[in-house]
């Protein structure tokens, strides 16, 4: 960033006319060198010990996630003990960093998570679509940080981001970030629907600008969910955001992302992008279900030489 985007940092409100000065004045994305870099990134091997660190790390930032309308106290407790004690045979195994759960779960998972150490997640703000009016976000809200959510994951309105309505965005996400709390709030922007690396700069800076503690990806709802490019676009974000405010906001990837090789390559993108200050789990996590249980049988296979069995850990 330079010294003029600064100055023009300075002046940024949430009016229309700030913000989209501000937000088309961001410099453009090199869509061929970003695909390029995150491929390259992509490539790059972690072994032995090294790679086991990895595995501990990527399992302390997993969201651990189920968000389907079947979901049942039961599942959201055997999701929270799994949580808690990701291999019970290996009391060395770290937690995961959340349990992430529709609002209506919220209860039981708070009960089940009490005094683990493990964060609880709850999606808000009319998930996953984001299609209601804002004082039903705000309630929704309201009512998952009441029941025991301290992070709040919101979807962003992306027919009014993509219509040019940033000022309606930038005043929702302000809007729950006070419903939050203390609760810390992630800002899903829905990437696959924003059709440009160019609206991925600019919806993570309006979601920045506008007070959110992470910006996500994805709700896993839609067919392109995380990938390397549109991450490493958004972690240029956060750095650039914090060089420029000195506030430092996380970031999230999710949907998609189910083996142990995926998520390494994610750590070393966050590495060689943003530093070591992300490569912990209050600032960088992982959405996901499946990826736990690959992580798992990584660990197993360091640990012991051999790979579990496919029936050693549960499904989720």
Not at 100 to 106: D, F, G, K
Not at 146 to 162: H, K, N, P
Request: hydrophobic fraction near 45%; aromatic fraction near 6%; glycine fraction near 8%.
């Amino acid at each position: 960033m330079t010294a003029t985007v600064t100055s023009r940092l300075s002046g940024v409100s949430g009016s229309a006319f700030n913000l989209r000065s501000f937000l088309h004045g961001l410099p453009g994305v090199d869509k061929v060198g970003v695909e390029a870099r995150a491929a390259a990134l992509g490539t790059r091997s972690v072994k032995t010990t090294a790679k086991a660190a990895a595995i501990d790390l990527a399992i302390r930032m997993v969201d651990l996630t189920t968000l389907e309308g079947a979901d049942t106290p039961g599942k959201v407790r055997a999701l929270s003990a799994k949580g808690v004690r990701p291999d019970p045979a290996d009391p060395t195994c770290p937690h995961v960093a959340a349990i992430c759960v529709y609002p209506a779960m919220v209860p039981v998972a708070a009960e089940a998570l009490a005094g683990s150490g493990v964060h609880l997640a709850s999606v808000a703000t009319a998930f996953p679509s984001g299609q209601a009016p804002l004082e039903v976000k705000l309630a929704d809200t309201r009512d998952a940080v009441a029941a025991g959510a301290d992070e709040i994951d919101m979807v962003i309105s992306r027919g009014a981001f993509l219509s040019g309505r940033y000022d309606f965005v930038y005043d929702e996400i302000v809007a729950v970030k006070q419903a939050c709390g203390s609760a810390h709030l992630k800002v899903i922007l829905e990437t696959g629907e924003l059709g440009t690396y160019d609206n991925v700069r600019r919806a993570s800076w309006l979601a920045m600008l506008a007070g959110a503690d992470f910006i996500k990806t994805s709700t896993g709802k839609v067919p392109v969910a995380a990938t390397l490019p549109v991450t490493l676009v958004m972690l240029e974000a956060v750095r650039d955001f914090r060089a420029q405010t000195g506030r430092q906001v996380g970031v999230k990837p999710a949907g998609g992302i189910r083996t142990t090789k995926d998520a390494i390559k994610y750590l070393v993108l966050i590495n060689e992008t943003v530093g070591e200050d992300w490569l912990d789990p209050d600032w960088f996590r992982f959405g996901a279900s499946s990826l736990l249980n690959d992580l798992l049988m990584q660990r197993t296979k360091l640990t012991t030489g051999h790979y579990a069995g496919p029936d050693y850990f549960t499904l989720d």
